[in-house]
């Protein structure tokens, strides 16, 4: 079980709220979110309520301000706890409803292009674990948790476009 506090000015001022689970909706404890501190496990953050908008990926640490966490403004308006898991595996397809080329990972990859030579993936079955996809090499870029279950089109995981850069394994420790 994680624990994670959110406050609404920078560097963990102003008012705050403290969170042991998924929460659909923060609007009602606080306005604006510039700092977070994660005292234990991974959380997905959503930009707004129902897990919807883009996604900030958190481990444990202080984050004085949203710049920190990649965030693009002060709106986090829900937020997922993300199971531990000490198992990872995942598959990638070039082509929506898995075909064409299949590959299969179970370590974190910095660069999917020059690991399997594709620069974009259609389809992902996540077979074991919880996954951080970036649009970038280098986890950079926007991100997307991807929980185990079947990703047909990258609409499934949230995407605008089958661009992926990177994959990471949800573990507690970098």
């Known amino acids: 079980m994680g624990k994670i506090t959110f406050y609404e000015d920078r560097g963990f001022q ?18 604006r979110c510039n700092s977070i501190r994660v005292d234990s496990g ?3 953050l959503y930009e707004r ?11 444990r640490g202080d984050y004085s301000d949203y710049q920190q966490w990649m965030g693009l403004n002060d709106s986090v308006r829900s937020c ?5 898991t000490s198992s ?5 397809y070039e082509r929506d409803d898995y075909r064409g080329l299949m590959s299969e990972l179970t370590e974190d990859c910095a660069c999917i292009h020059d690991r399997f030579r594709l620069s974009e993936i ?14 970038l090499p280098n986890y950079r870029g ?7 279950g079947d990703y047909r089109r990258f609409h499934d995981w949230g995407a605008m476009d ?4 990177s994959l990471r394994r949800v573990i507690d420790a970098y």
Not at 122 to 135: A, N
């Open 162 to 165: 089958a661009k992926v850069g």
């Open 142 to 148: 926007r991100q997307y948790l991807l929980r185990p």
């Open 88 to 92: 990872h595996r995942i598959r990638l």
């Open 122 to 135: 259609y389809s992902l079955h996540v077979l074991e674990g919880c996954w951080v996809l970036y649009e």
């Open 49 to 59: 309520p129902n897990y919807q908008g883009y996604q900030y990926f958190l481990r």
């Open 80 to 84: 997922r706890a993300i199971p531990y």
């Open 14 to 31: 102003g008012r705050c709220y403290e969170s042991t689970t998924d929460c659909p909706n923060l609007q009602t404890y606080f306005s």
């Open 42 to 44: 991974c959380w997905m």
